[in-house]
């Protein structure tokens, strides 16, 4: 049993910023990528960043350069910094891990988070 604990979103003003964090807990063995998503109402849910465990990051195009995604492997957290929000950052906020629960086999395990409200507005 594995759970992902979300935190840190809320209102924030138009050019503000949030952090985001998320902890996975529970029959953890190793954790390979994490990543953020985000759904905004009437919208799929879409890719926000991702890291893996060395540390590679990847970012959507709408999102570079304003976010950064970041990990502390021994806490098994990764965080989400959000800097020059927009209107259009508003959206419900999922964190994602690729798990492995064993050392007795290979298979991972896709693990979301409850999800965390960012809602940016004036």
């Known amino acids: 049993q594995v759970q992902l604990v979300e935190s840190g979103g809320g209102l924030v003003q138009p050019g503000g910023s949030l952090r985001l964090s998320c902890a996975a807990s529970?029959?953890?063995?190793?954790?390979?990528?994490m990543g953020w998503y985000r759904q905004a109402p009437g919208k799929q849910r879409e890719l926000v960043a991702t890291i893996t465990y060395g540390g590679s990051t990847n970012y959507a195009d709408s999102v570079k350069g304003r976010f950064t995604i970041s990990r502390d492997n021994a806490k098994n957290t990764v965080y989400l910094q959000m800097n020059s929000l927009k209107p259009e950052d508003t959206a419900v906020y999922y964190c994602n891990a690729d798990i492995r629960r064993t050392p007795w086999t290979g298979k991972m395990y896709d693990y979301w988070g409850q999800g965390t409200q960012v809602t940016v507005s004036s």
């Open positions: 529970g029959s953890i063995f190793s954790i390979n990528a």
